[in-house]
């Protein structure tokens, strides 16, 4: 609305104007008439020239009023500004100056100044790594702010750890905030070789280079001791043959595997408890024993329960009186052994199927002519044993040929055959 009135009145003032100067171009012209006797050429264009610059002039003072201003502590007209500049007090301002920190207010405390939007105490910038003696100026990775100034504390000689510490002397280094001479450099793990090169866990540092001497076959325990010859190996800083890990508690079946706890052994790189040597037949009383086929452990001990008869079936148990023998962990008399098909004569003899045992033998007295039915019952020349009974299986017209074929219709058995 104030925009307006003021358009308005300026338009008032310029028709006024325009007015007064089209009188005066009359009364001229008038004048001219009359000395001349000629008219003052287009009265009216000039007129109309006048107001045209007028109004330019005017709208070029509106609009450099209303422009953005660019430049601090100048005017913002309808609190707008230009760039980083923001309104404050009716002015375009710089927020990032202690007059105007971060916001329309003043860092008015001496002691402070501003940055980062913010009024901080100029003493935070002495130690502040990322606004170090200036706010914004920002040391570098692994540097660290002293008294307003940036230093490599880990790594500069003449501030080795701390300000104006000097590592003096020939091969003396900064390394880590810690004055070291290179010659530290040929045995320190964490330092092998040079600063900040860290062996790998369980390795050594020898000479300036990382070796494995616990376990490697070409610096074992040493540098160049090499483990030499097949199955040679370097454990722990000694050369072992493979065969050692067969029997060594705190190398068992391989380097560092221990057998641990009471009673543990290793027994053929394998760590077992002594109670298992108890009942294992491989390894019965001690590693390496093995018990004979068909014998078992019991108690770290090799028996032969199956035909001992001190120890038949189990420890201890005999098979007392005359003609008693164990047989498979049983014990059986010897007259058993006359009719058991499965132990025909002596323990474990066992007949062919179909056949029996007769007084420790195994006969076929289905079909053998000598025993055909019975021990010692032999057959007739010509005749066979078939089931247990001799047969004349040539003229048998009853079992011509074979047992139960008949001869029909008065036919006669001749050879084994009905005619």
Known sequence: MTRLATLFTLFSGILAVGASLDGGHQRRAHQQLARTGTATSNPITSRQLTREELIRRHNNKLNMQSRTVCEPGGPAPSNVCCGTLKPCNGLCQDFTTPENCGRCVTCTDPNTTCCGGSCVPKSSLQADKNNCGACGNKCNTGETCVLGKCY???????????????????????????????????????????????????????????????????????????????????????????????????????????????????????????SAFDKDVNNCGSC??????GHSCVGGKCYDLDNDNNNCGSCNKKCTGSGNNCCKGTCMLTSAFDKDVNNCGSCGNKCASGHSCVGGKCYDLDNDNN????????????????????????????????????CLNNKKCVRGTCQ
């Open 152 to 274: 490599d504390l880990q790594n500069d000689n003449n501030n080795c750890g701390s300000c104006n510490k000097k590592c003096t002397g020939s091969g003396n280094n900064c390394c880590k905030g810690t004055c070291m001479l290179t010659s530290a450099f040929d045995k320190d793990v964490n330092n092998c070789g040079s600063c900040g090169n860290k062996c790998a866990s369980g390795h050594s540092c020898v000479g300036g280079k990382c070796y494995d001497l616990d376990n490697d076959n070409n610096n074992c325990g040493s540098c160049n001791k090499k483990c030499t010859g097949s199955g040679n190996n370097c454990c722990k800083g000694t050369c072992m043959l493979t065969s050692a890990f067969e029997k060594d508690v705190n190398n068992c079946g391989s380097c560092n595997k221990k057998c641990t706890g009471s009673g543990n052994n290793c027994c053929k790189g394998t760590c077992m408890l002594t």
């Open 288 to 293: 390496g024993n093995k018990c004979a086929s």
């Open 371 to 406: 025993n055909c039915g019975s021990c010692g019952n032999k057959c007739a020349s010509g005749h066979t044993c078939v089931g247990g009974i001799c047969y004349d299986l040539d003229n048998d017209q009853q079992n011509c040929g074979g047992c139960g074929k008949k």
